[in-house]
Every structure is written in C-alpha cells, then in structure tokens.
Nanobody, 127 residues
Framework: QVQLVESGGGLVQAGGSLRLSCATSGGTFSTYAMGWFRQAPGKEREFVAA????????YYADSVKGRFTISRDNAKNTVYLQMNSLKPEDTAVYYCAAALGYALVSVPRLQYQYPYWGQGTQVTVSS
C-alpha cells in the first residue's frame, strides 16, 4: 500500500513563497507518476501540476504556470512543489497523489488516474 505524506504548508503573504514536500512509502517511487492537486473552500478539487516517472515530462495548470515548479527526487522518494509569487486565490488544501502503470514520460492530469492520495496540507495566502 502506497502512503503519501505532505508537508510544508502554512500562512504566507501575497507575493511570498512556499515549498511543499510529499514523502512516499510502501512502494517503488520510480514507478509512480506524481501529481499535485488543490481544493479551495467551496470549490472542487483541481489539478495543479504533475511530473512523469522519469521527471523529464511536466505539466502545469494555466493558473500556476510560471509561478509553480514541480520536481521529484527518486533517491528520496519525494516530490516537491515550489510555489512562488503566491496569490490569495492560491489558498487551498494541497494534495499530492501517485499514479501507477504509466509510461516513463507520461503525465496523467485527471484525478481518476491517481489511486493514491495524501491527506493534504493547508496553504493560506493573505492579501
């Protein structure tokens, strides 16, 4: 059973930065494509960013492109989300998720493609 634990959330002023981490256990990290999703109050959970198993293919939601950077360290079984130039509309619970069975450079972007999820970490951006 794959387990994911997010960390790094918190309260930050608009324009600030945060780095989220997602540590995995219980499986072989290099076999998972990894994604970040978020859910703002009163809204549905949405895709933020994803990285392929190899780390060479990456996809971002338009709303975060140019501000957020996803990366992975297969030696540490961890995926990261560096968030810069944060805006109040980035306030949400951020979840990491793992997808199995995809090609080395595939980047799944839909929630149903991710069977394993973390508990989430709260990010609050004040104006």
């Amino acid at each position: 059973q794959v387990q994911l634990v997010e960390s790094g959330g918190g309260l930050v002023q608009a324009g600030g930065s945060l780095r989220l981490s997602c540590a995995t256990s219980g499986g072989t990290f290099s076999t998972y494509a990894m994604g970040w999703f978020r859910q703002a109050p009163g809204k549905e959970r949405e895709f933020v960013a994803a990285v392929s198993r190899s780390g060479t293919s990456i996809y971002y939601a338009d709303s975060v492109k140019g501000r957020f950077t996803i990366s992975r360290d297969n030696a540490k079984n961890t995926v990261y989300l560096q968030m810069n130039s944060l805006k109040p509309e980035d306030t949400a619970v951020y979840y990491c998720a793992a997808a199995l069975g995809y090609a080395l450079v595939s980047v799944p972007r839909l929630q149903y493609q991710y069977p394993y999820w973390g508990q989430g970490t709260q990010v609050t951006v004040s104006s």
